[in-house]
């Protein structure tokens, strides 16, 4: 596959106290261009979720970690049953099917 061809990637992870955390991306030439989170793991607000799909969209591979911490910093969120961490975990797992 070359560097400029598409690749669709899924993975999941049940975080530690039995939360459900997936991640569908679409990776081109090293940048995700699409990210779409979902689980059983609760957040308010809500939207928040589609905010984070948003910000991720479109970062260099090298720039997941810091986006994901920068993201929850910057904003009242609130997380019930997952951490930030958790995110950047099952974003790396769907891109070590690569």
């Known amino acids: 596959m070359g560097a400029s061809e ?8 049940k975080v530690l106290g039995g939360k459900l955390v997936a991640a ?9 261009v699409d990210v779409k989170i979902s689980g059983d ?7 928040a979720i589609i905010d984070l799909e ?8 090298d720039e997941l970690e810091p986006t994901i911490f920068k993201f929850f910093a910057d904003r009242k969120i609130t997380l019930f049953g997952i951490a ?3 995110f950047i975990h099952v974003i790396r797992l769907s891109l070590s099917f690569t």
């Open 41 to 47: 793991f609760f957040m308010h607000p809500e939207e």
């Open 24 to 32: 569908e991306t679409r990776v081109v030439g090293g940048y995700l």
């Open 84 to 86: 930030p961490e958790d």
């Open 54 to 61: 948003k910000k991720l969209t479109g970062i260099k591979l």
């Open 6 to 13: 598409v690749k669709r990637l899924r993975a999941e992870y």
